[in-house]
């Protein structure tokens, strides 16, 4: 929140926005959202510690390379997520977060509050979708 001064020495509290989100209610939906993909990689992580202990007992010998293929797809779509997220921080430490990458549109709320490391509005997105098909 910032403080502006408005004349004959009154100050009025300002709300510090991106688009119409507050900065900071956008810095705490990013923060806990990759908080949550940062344990989630470090769960990953350790269950891969547990499987190789384990994987000595299996009686199903190739499960373990299964396994290993399926939690390397989990930790890539992860770590493509959490540089997503770290892109939104950047947008929120410069004033762009809330704002389509593309057109420099606003994203509304609703959509940011559902996905903090949204680039496109809606629209955006289902063309971009749709032109990958």
Do not use: F
Request: proline share 4%.
């Amino acid at each position: 929140m910032a403080i502006s001064n408005h004349g004959l020495g009154g100050y009025k509290q300002v709300q510090r926005r991106c688009g119409t989100m507050e900065l900071e209610r956008a810095r705490s939906l990013v923060d806990a959202e990759r908080t949550h993909v940062q344990q989630l990689l470090a769960d990953i992580g350790a269950a891969r510690t547990d499987d190789h202990d384990a994987e000595r007992d299996a009686s199903y010998p190739a499960q373990p390379l299964a396994q290993q293929g399926v939690d390397d797809a989990v930790a890539a779509g992860l770590r493509d997520r959490l540089a997503a997220l770290d892109r939104a921080l950047q947008r929120v430490e410069d004033g762009s977060y809330g704002r389509s990458t593309r057109s420099g549109l606003p994203i509304p709320d609703e959509r940011l509050e559902a996905d903090p490391a949204a680039e496109l509005t809606v629209q955006e997105a289902a063309a971009s979708q749709a032109a990958n098909r």
